[in-house]
């Protein structure tokens, strides 16, 4: 079955820097959009940043625009997020997901089970 597994997440201090993963199985991990969403206590999940199959397409929110970088590596089959100059409104619970076809910005198909990331001012 389908399986995202997202890992890095930790406690850091504002101006520092995390790299998150998600490894994939279950599915033909080069055939999917792959996205990172997030979710703070008492809002909405909201968009990150997504990379389309091949990695030649990067898409990303206008708060984290020039701080993230997302990439994946289709041979692990694992998609990752680059975070640097974190700020304490990073702090959330993220989410990696994944979609054959579509808009990389919604409607994604399959979720991880998210790790927290809290930014300390």
């Known amino acids: 079955q389908v399986q995202l597994v997202e890992s890095g997440g930790g406690l850091v201090q504002a101006g520092g820097s995390l790299r998150l993963s998600c490894a994939a199985s279950g599915f033909t991990f080069s055939s999917y959009h792959m996205g990172w969403f997030r979710q703070a206590p008492g809002k909405d999940r909201e968009f990150v940043a997504a990379?389309?199959?091949?990695?030649?397409?990067?898409y990303y929110a206008d708060s984290v625009k020039g701080r993230f970088t997302i990439s994946r590596d289709n041979a692990k089959n694992t998609v990752y997020l680059q975070m640097n100059s974190l700020k304490p409104e990073d702090t959330a619970v993220y989410y990696c997901?994944?979609?054959?076809?579509?808009?990389?910005?919604?409607?994604?198909?399959?979720w991880g089970q998210g790790t927290q990331v809290t930014v300390s001012s």
């Open positions: 997901a994944a979609k054959p076809v579509g808009s990389l910005l919604r409607d994604y198909d399959y």
């Open positions: 990379i389309n199959r091949s990695g030649s397409g990067t």
